[in-house]
């Protein structure tokens, strides 16, 4: 979009929206916990950034995810942030997090793996995921 003379660079919005979206969309699942918790000893949450996230919410996430999350006393064990060039991975009891990048051909093998998961034609156990 152009605003007087100067040209927009980015089309997915700004760090601001990206930080209220996520922590809205944390926010929503923090808030069904229980109904989680009740069918698996572990509950993990999984954020997709469907379009490319700006760097700086790619280097802040954990922290608009973790604001959220310490306002409630059972929370997440664990929580993934996806996007098409790199994956969180956000140990919450521990404290722990691992950033790794991918390589387009790990994105596309792992954008198919996860898409035949969720229409059932793999599981979590399958050796694609190990």
């Not at 700006?54 to 996806?82: G, I, K, M, R």
């Not at 994956?87 to 793996?113: A, D, G, M, P, W």
């Not at 898409?115 to 399958?126: K, W």
Request: contains cysteine; aromatic residues 12%; positive net charge.
């Amino acid at each position: 979009p152009v605003q007087g003379k100067k040209v927009g660079i980015s089309t997915t919005g700004t760090s601001d929206s990206e930080k209220v979206l996520v922590q809205k969309i944390v926010l929503k699942k923090a808030g069904k916990i229980q109904q989680y918790k009740k069918n698996f000893r572990k509950v993990g949450l999984a954020i997709l950034f469907s379009e490319t996230p700006t760097s700086y919410a790619e280097d802040h996430c954990l922290e608009w995810v973790t604001e959220v999350l310490n306002n409630f006393q059972d929370s997440f064990d664990f929580v993934y942030v996806l996007s098409h060039r790199f994956c969180i991975y956000y140990e919450i009891q521990k404290n722990v997090s691992e950033k790794r990048c991918f390589t387009e051909n790990v994105y596309k093998s792992l954008s198919t793996i996860a898409r035949m998961t969720a229409e059932g034609q793999l599981s979590l156990t399958d050796p694609e995921w190990l």
